[in-house]
């Protein structure tokens, strides 16, 4: 897919599998949109790069409040910045 490989874990592919219901391309196609929208050689986000990234999914929703609290849920390793796995 593009320039960007993934680097996700077997066993990342599965648990995103079993939450989502997502098979492998999908994933793939969902974290290549997710990395464009990080900085250039970056893997993360962060808040406001991933709250401008919620909304672009939801443009019909104001989904400030609620992209910043599943930002804070996802920030699994507290450093300010969510990888696609987390």
């Known amino acids: 897919m593009g320039s960007l490989h993934s680097r996700l874990a077997d066993n990342v592919y599965e648990s995103i599998g079993k939450y989502t219901e997502l098979k492998r391309d999908d994933i793939n196609a969902w974290e290549e949109r997710f990395l464009q929208q990080c900085d250039l050689g970056s893997r993360t986000m962060n808040k406001e790069q991933f ?3 919620y909304q672009d999914l939801r443009p019909s929703e104001n989904v400030k409040r609620l992209s910043e609290n599943v930002f804070r ?14």
């Open 73 to 86: 849920a996802f920030d699994l390793d507290g450093d300010h910045g969510i990888s696609f796995s987390e």
């Open 51 to 53: 709250c401008k990234f």
